[in-house]
Every structure is written in C-alpha cells, then in structure tokens.
C-alpha cells in the first residue's frame, strides 16, 4: 500500500487544539481525535526491521486501531468482505436498499445518536420483514450505517444488501424477480419509503417518551408532509460489487486520506462526488479546524454497532444458509472460520508489507521501540507495524 501525501491525523495534531477551543466535543470525540493523531508515530512506538540482504533498514510505528482512523482496519476490512463472500447464494438476485431520514430530524438525531441510529436499524428492518412475511418467506439484510455524504455533511442513511428471495417454513428459498411491473425494485420504493417513516417515527417516539421528551409538532409535521427516500436497485454488477462499495467503509468513517488533495496555510481541500450532477467529482475547500468539525460529526457513540445482520443472513441463521447454498448447487459456508495472518492478506492483496522495496525480501525485526510515554486509554497498542 502506498503512503499518501496528506493525513487526517497531522491536520488533528496541528488544529485539534484549535478545534477544541471553539468546539465543545463529547468524551468520545476526543477519544477518537486523540488516537488518530497518535497513530503510526513513536508515541505508539512500533520496531525497526532490516533486511538481510541488503541492510536496508525502516522503521515502522504502531497503528491506533480507532475505527474511525482512515489508516487502521485494512487487515478486518478484508477479512469482512471474503466472510460476506462466502455467504452469497449462488444464482440469487440482491437488492441495494438505501433507508434515509429526512434532513429535519438531523438536530434531534445529533443529539439522540445511539438511539436515533438504532431506530433506523430497527425500522429498516422491520419493514422489509413485513413485505418478506407477505410473500411467506423469511428474507435476509446486511447494513452499515453511513452518516456522511460524499462532501462530509451530515446525512445518516443505512446502506442494505437485501437478498432478492428468501426461505419458507419448510427452509426451501424461493427467487423474488421484483416488484410487479419494476423488476429493478425488489418492492415498491413508495410503500417501502411510507412503512419506513411510520415504524421509525413511531419507534423513535416511544425512546423519547422515556426522558420526558417528543419529536416537536412542526419537525413532526415535516417528516409527514413530505416523502422519505428509500433508494432499491439490483447492484449493475452483481451483489460483489455492493459488497466491495460497503465494505470500503464498513471499518473506516467518513473519508480516506486519499480524497484530500491538498493541506496548508490552515486550510484543507478534498474531493468528493456531486450526485446531483450525476456523480461528477468536485473539490471542497474549507479551514482546518472546520473540516474537523465535519469530521467530528461522525464519531460514533461508544460501543455501537455500526453493521448488523437480520434475518436469514444473520449469525443464528448460518445453517439456514448452508442449506439454502446447497439447495442452489453453491458450496456452503464453513463452520468453522479461521482468521487469516495480516501478512498472508498482504501477499493476497499485493501490498508487500514486511518486504524490502528494493530487494523483496522478508525484512526482520531487530529492534522494539516502546512507546515515548503512556498513550490514551482509547489507545490500545499493537505490536504490527499496520493494520
């Protein structure tokens, strides 16, 4: 993997006092913030390798693992996507379902984030449960909550894998093709779009009941006068596609260090996608301490569960779906998984970690450097160089 030229942790290690000072932050963005601007620095420590050729030596430092850090979580990433892999039915179609709330609930949902989110999940799912119970079959949905867009506002939307069929009492899998008269809709987007507001808001409302607190009238009245957006495509190149789109950001938030194109004098410039010009790349440039502030907006609460499984893709359901693969002539899950060493990732990926870029032989480690002092409780060290 090639290093890039700009790194949210140096923008946080030069402006995140200055953020700070302007912004009040929960204990978790500090957290965060903190860990990114520590990671790969001899604040880690980490440990100098050699290669036993050429003597060329390097000096590689321990990454934070936050994952909220654009340069940790390489090595789950992949080990995420390959596990989706293997649970694709074979000759079934998939659906990429996208649930948004409208931008009217954003204050409440800024300030309610772990219920808000875990509304979302819930409705999301309850209602595809109840178009999939409607044909008498048991569907399935993997989902991952974005709450960014591309330009890094705000924006919480669900991102679902929704498989195009599902099992009846006696387990057997039934194909769905599509809604009636839209095969390119698994159910019609407008009554998917109307249940979804319902359950949310409903739900939603009996959490903020519990401290005294409720959806305020004319916020309540927007969210009914005007139509929430359920987005619902087969994916143009198959369910792997959709797989490698979410899995880019199933363990990184909200931007990589690669979208920004240019940092200095205090401000910051990125790229990112104008849907509304049909995908077109742009460029944002705003201060620092202001992208910051973007970036801060995505920290997740502490210990939530950002992707989840429902139905029949999820964990308790994993002999269903080595019947169901066996039915459709695929080959059928393994019951036991085990983890891939990160270096064996590497080789498979090309990234040529752990070898001598002039040479290409294995480097050995020489040396451990121990951290320069006590890092962070939300640091916790790793003794490899990457992650």
Not at 146 to 162: A, D, F, K, Q, R
Not at 199 to 204: A, D, G, H, R
Request: glycine fraction near 8%.
């Amino acid at each position: 993997m090639s290093r890039t030229k700009f790194d949210v942790g140096q923008i946080i290690r030069d402006y995140g006092e200055a953020f700070y000072k302007r912004y009040p932050v929960v204990p978790q963005v500090r957290k965060s913030f903190t860990a990114m601007a520590n990671c790969r620095t001899k604040i880690l420590g980490g440990h100098v390798e050699v290669c036993p050729e050429c003597g060329d030596k390097h000096v590689s430092y321990n990454s934070c693992r936050d994952r909220h850090c654009p340069k940790c979580q390489n090595k789950e990433r992949e080990m995420w996507v390959e596990m989706r892999r293997e649970e694709i039915l074979p000759g079934a179609k998939y659906f990429h379902v996208v649930f948004t709330v409208p931008d009217c609930l954003h204050p409440l949902a800024m300030s309610h984030m772990k219920e808000f989110y875990s509304c979302m999940f819930k409705a999301a799912w309850s209602t595809l449960k109840k178009f999939f119970d409607a044909q008498g079959l048991q569907g399935g949905m993997t989902c991952i909550l974005h709450t960014w867009g591309s330009n890094l506002y705000y924006h919480p939307h669900i991102h679902c894998i929704v498989t195009g069929g599902g099992v009846d009492k006696k387990g057997v899998w039934h194909h769905l093709e599509g809604c009636k008269g839209a095969k390119e809709f698994l159910f019609p987007v407008q009554a998917l779009s109307k249940v979804f507001r319902a359950k949310f808001l409903s739900m939603f409302t009996s959490i903020l009941k519990k401290t005294n607190e409720k959806i305020p009238q004319d916020v309540r009245k927007k969210c009914m006068d005007r139509g929430w957006v359920v987005y619902s495509r087969p994916p143009a190149k198959g369910v792997r596609q959709v797989l490698e789109y979410i899995g880019r950001y199933a363990y990184r938030v909200a931007i990589s260090n690669s979208r920004i194109l240019n940092y200095s004098d205090g401000m910051v410039t990125y790229d990112w996608k104008n849907y509304k010009q049909g995908g077109k790349h742009s460029q944002m440039t705003v201060k620092a301490v202001d992208f910051l502030r973007l970036l801060s907006l995505h920290i997740l609460p502490p210990g939530f569960v950002r992707i989840r499984h429902y139905g029949l893709l999820s964990p308790s359901n994993r002999d269903k779906i080595r019947k169901v693969q066996v039915q459709l002539g695929g080959t059928p899950v393994p019951k036991l998984r085990k983890k891939k060493p990160y270096l064996q990732i590497c080789d498979e990926k090309g990234w040529n970690i752990g070898y001598c870029p002039h040479c290409g032989c294995k480097m050995q480690v020489i040396e451990i450097l121990e951290p320069s002092r006590a890092p962070p409780k939300a640091v916790h060290l790793s003794r490899t160089a990457h992650n």
